[in-house]
Structure formats: structure tokens, C-alpha cells
Nanobody, 120 residues
Framework: QVQLAESGGGSVETGGSLRLSCAVS?????VAWFRQSPGTERERVAL????????DYARSVKGRFTISQDNTKTTVYLQMNSLKPEDTAMYYC????????????????WGQGTQVTVSS
């Protein structure tokens, strides 16, 4: 059983920054950050491959967000800069022991989420 715990959410003004952390109980093949606002579908934000550190980003956050992992590969970060009101959402980290996928259904393990609110 893989356990994940997010932290680092909060409220910031437009243009501000936040860094989210995801603590993973064991090394996994892929970790992704997703986000969801009320009434919307869960959206993939970024993902990182554990072994290669290759990354992928949603077009809406590319150039503003950076996903990374620590040397132990059990903590994954999401550095969020130049935040916009449309970035407001609950942010979840998710992990899979299989290959990375863009589909949320491909991730078996999920954290409880951390709220990010960006005010205009």
C-alpha cells in the first residue's frame, strides 16, 4: 500500500507563489499532481517519472509550475509561480507503480488534497 500526503497549500494573491509537497511512503514509478475545482473534471497538472526525472506539464501551467523530486525520490514538489485565480483548486498528488499516464484512472494511489486559493 502506497500512502501519499500533500502539504503546502494556502491562499495567495495573483502573481504569488506556493510550493506544494507530496510525501510518498515508498519509491514509485510515477507521481503526478492533479487539481480539481467544484463542478469541473480532475485536471492533470504535472507528472514526474521516478527513475528518470522526466517531466510533463499541462499547457495551462507550463512555464509557471515546476515539478521535482528529492534525492530519496519519496518527496515530490510542485513549485507554482505567477499564480492566477484560475489556478484555484484542490490539488492532489497521485502515484502509480506502473508507467506514467495522463489519465487519472491510471493512478491507483491518491493523497487527500491540499487547497490552493488565488485571489485577484
Amino acid at each position: 500500500q502506497v500512502q501519499l500526503a500533500e502539504s503546502g497549500g494556502g491562499s495567495v494573491e495573483t502573481g504569488g507563489s506556493l510550493r506544494l509537497s507530496c510525501a510518498v511512503s515508498t519509491r514509485v514509478d510515477c507521481v503526478a499532481w492533479f487539481r480539481q475545482s467544484p463542478g469541473t473534471e480532475r485536471e492533470r497538472v504535472a507528472l514526474i517519472v521516478g527513475t528518470t526525472a522526466n517531466t510533463d506539464y499541462a499547457r495551462s501551467v507550463k512555464g509557471r509550475f515546476t515539478i521535482s523530486q528529492d534525492n530519496t525520490k519519496t518527496t515530490v514538489y510542485l513549485q507554482m509561480n505567477s499564480l492566477k485565480p484560475e489556478d484555484t483548486a484542490m490539488y492532489y498528488c497521485a502515484a502509480t507503480l506502473s508507467r506514467c499516464t495522463l489519465d487519472p484512472s491510471g493512478f491507483r494511489y491518491w493523497g487527500q488534497g491540499t487547497q490552493v486559493t488565488v485571489s485577484s
